[in-house]
Structures are given as structure tokens and as C-alpha cells.
């Protein structure tokens, strides 16, 4: 399968600080998507973006599916943005990707203190 | 919206045990998915389902079955809980292809005494 990883792994900021978070794939991808997953453990859909840029408030997504990469920017940070944010993504060819299996990075907690 | 229900968001169950852990989505997804989540080893796939009555092991499929007999509904079975088996299970949905959003429900935190 495709091997995805995401850096950093841990991330603490200040309130109001801008963060990057950075996701590598190993494949070229049909889908690429970013989630956040709270403290009660559900995960949130923050992006469904396979290339180009979306932005969604404070949050905004690059996925360069040529250079095989993704990031994710979060600006103005506050303590709700604070949980784990997976980057998953299905890769093109793949008998695993028509049948519409995601493969996912490890995550990076972050942490944002008040 | 799509929906994805779990049936149980905390269940407690002892060794031995035969577990139904529920998924329903109403969106009218193909694909149906079970993951098992675990401190410092991420999200790990158990089983997935691409069609009624069809199923395909993951990663981790050991000590689990899965049941798909309508298509918004896939069941993971637990057919005699351990105690490794203590985990946050998470379902999700998504449209057939390679394409298309994958959804999840809220998860289920089971603890197997």
C-alpha cells in the first residue's frame, strides 16, 4: 500500500499562532483527505482535496499531487483546534484504490495553550 | 448531511463475549469500512466492505468477522472478546471509486474486562 507520513508529530502552539502541518505520499493519489479528530475521538472532515488549494475559514489545504505532498494551514490558532489531524489518502491503480481504500498517515497532535 | 450512526458509543463487555458493534449510513454508499484506533499505532483497517454481502480483510481482520446484508448497514462481530480487543472502533462510508468523501461515525469505545 501507500505509505503516508505526516510531520511534525507533536505540535504545541500559543494561542493565536499560525501552524503547517505537512503530509508525504509515497504514490500518485485519486483522493486526498484531511481530518481532525477531537477530544471525544470523532473524526471530523476538515478537506477533501486531491490537488489545488480550498480554504474553509482559519484553515485553508495545498495538495501538490505532482511532488506528492500536502499541507494543511491553520492561522490565528485557538484551543478548539487542538486534537489530531490525520492526512489519508487512496492511490490511483491499485486494486485497493478502486475499491475505495484509504491509507493513513499517523497523525499530528496538536496541542494549543491558551 | 451524511450521517454515519454507530450503535454504541461506549459498550463494556468481559472475555469470552460475542460483540455486534452496528454502522448505519444513509447516503447510499458502496463502501463501508471498519478501523480499529490505539495509542501511538493510528487508525488500522479491519475489514471493508465494496457491495452487499461482500467483504475484504484489512490489516488487522483476526478475531473479527463482518456482516453486510443490506447495503446503509455493516456489522462488526467481535465473536469472543479478549481483552487486546479494547480499542476505539470507528466506521465509515464513502461512494464506490477512488474518488469520492470517506465519512465517519462518532465511534465506538469498547473495553473488554
Known amino acids: 500500500g501507500i505509505q503516508v507520513e505526516q510531520s511534525p508529530p507533536d505540535l504545541i502552539l500559543q494561542e493565536g499562532a499560525n501552524s503547517t502541518l505537512r503530509c508525504n505520499f509515497s504514490d500518485s493519489v485519486n483522493n486526498l483527505q484531511w481530518f481532525h479528530q477531537n477530544p471525544w475521538g470523532q473524526l471530523i472532515n476538515l478537506f477533501y482535496?486531491?490537488?489545488g488549494t480550498k480554504q474553509n475559514g482559519r484553515l485553508s489545504a495545498t495538495t501538490v499531487a505532482t511532488e506528492r505532498y500536502s499541507l494543511l494551514y491553520i492561522s490565528s490558532s485557538q484551543t478548539t483546534d487542538s486534537g489530531v489531524y490525520f492526512c489519508?489518502?487512496?492511490?490511483?491503480?491499485?486494486?485497493?484504490?478502486?475499491?475505495?481504500?484509504?491509507?493513513f498517515g499517523r497523525g499530528t497532535q496538536l496541542t494549543v495553550w491558551p | 448531511d451524511v450521517k454515519v450512526t454507530q450503535s454504541s458509543r461506549y459498550l463494556v463487555k468481559r472475555t469470552g463475549e460475542k460483540v455486534f458493534l452496528e454502522c448505519v449510513q444513509d447516503m447510499d454508499h458502496e463502501n463501508m469500512f471498519w478501523y480499529r484506533q490505539d495509542p501511538g499505532l493510528g487508525l488500522r483497517l479491519i475489514y471493508f466492505?465494496?457491495?452487499?454481502?461482500?467483504?475484504e480483510k484489512g490489516d488487522i481482520p483476526e478475531g473479527y468477522s463482518v456482516s453486510r446484508e443490506k447495503k446503509e448497514r455493516f456489522s462488526l462481530i467481535l465473536e469472543s472478546a479478549s481483552t487486546n480487543q479494547t480499542s476505539m472502533y470507528l466506521c465509515a462510508s464513502r461512494s464506490s471509486g477512488s474518488a469520492g468523501e470517506l465519512f465517519f461515525g462518532e465511534g465506538s469505545r469498547l473495553t473488554v474486562l
Open positions: 482535496i486531491p490537488s
Open positions: 489519508a489518502v487512496v492511490g490511483k491503480g491499485a486494486r485497493g484504490s478502486t475499491l475505495g481504500r484509504l491509507y
Open positions: 466492505s465494496y457491495d452487499v454481502k461482500m467483504k
